[in-house]
């Protein structure tokens, strides 16, 4: 079995840039670059991993190609490109080049504009990532969700990976209508879904696994095995887990499953998805 992470990020730490990272979240206030994640990796068995932008620029897409070209295990990047702006299929062209460069994404979890991805200057963006086989990582909040069905439904044969299972309220226990929005997201055969992100949506110092399990059913029963990736988020996840307790709650969940299935789940799907070289 092939274990890849499809969901972890890099930065060397920036006060001003990386703000969101704020008082409270003290454990990521530091660098964090492959030297930190590999013995992660080796210790829990993980073959690879794609690391996704945390800054919206293209100096974030040459830090992260020049880790990836000098670490092989960095098998695939979700950078970021204005997809907004008018020379965005110049810019696709120029990082098609790149083979680690698998997919974009925008930080829309934090547009005023909440159905920014549906107004006519994103669609257009959207619209040219297929021609250069790239995916698109919707970076959301459940409000945006039915925003997302319509816009996968607009492109059928556009790659969509909601990244987090769009960061449900766990620490509050709310289900019901972010419930009913990924099982209707669900429907479109052309999204998956990163099981990624959760302990930092739970009560981060008081957390119990049982706490994710309402989240985790619906989730594989609206997916299904064959379009469901896990990923850590780390470093992000350190702020209410290490990577090895956050591993075991999927762990824990997954066990159930049978080996292939499992296979799917910890790497194939993302393999499959992102087009992943994992020789």
């Not at 680690?100 to 979890?109: A, E, I, N, P, S």
């Not at 816009?151 to 620490?171: G, R, W």
């Not at 969940?253 to 799907?269: C, D, H, I, P, R």
Request: net charge negative.
């Amino acid at each position: 079995m092939h274990k890849i992470d499809a969901h972890q990020h890099f930065w060397q730490f920036d006060p001003v840039r990386d703000s969101w990272i704020n008082d409270e979240m003290q454990a990521i206030r530091r660098d964090f670059l492959p030297a930190d994640l590999l013995p992660e990796l080796s210790s829990n068995g993980i073959h690879g991993c794609i690391v996704v932008q945390a800054d919206q620029s293209e100096s974030e897409n040459n830090f992260l190609l020049q880790l990836a070209s000098e670490n092989n295990f960095i098998r695939g990047i979700v950078g970021w490109v204005d997809l907004q702006a008018d020379g965005v299929e110049e810019r696709l062209s120029y990082y098609s080049k790149f083979k680690k460069m698998k997919g974009f994404r925008h930080v829309l979890q934090g547009e005023p504009q909440r159905d920014l991805m549906l107004t006519k200057a994103f669609k257009r963006g959207i619209s040219l990532l297929n021609k250069y086989s790239f995916t698109y990582d919707v970076l959301i909040f459940p409000d945006q969700l039915k925003f997302t069905a319509q816009l996968a439904a607009e492109f059928p044969d556009q790659t969509f990976i909601i990244d987090h299972i769009a960061k449900p309220d766990i620490k509050n226990k709310n289900i019901e209508e972010w419930q009913k929005d990924i099982q209707t997201v669900a429907q479109y055969p052309n999204v998956s879904c990163k099981i990624s992100g959760m302990v930092t949506e739970a009560d981060w110092h008081n957390w119990q696994e049982a706490d994710f399990h309402p989240y985790l059913h619906t989730i594989f029963e609206a997916f299904g095995i064959s379009r469901v990736l896990f990923g850590s988020d780390w470093p992000v996840c350190l702020v209410a887990a290490s990577y090895s307790r956050m591993l075991d709650i999927v762990k824990h969940y997954v066990a159930k499953f049978s080996a292939q299935e499992q296979a799917l789940f910890w790497g194939n799907n993302a393999i499959k998805i992102y087009r992943l070289d994992v020789k």
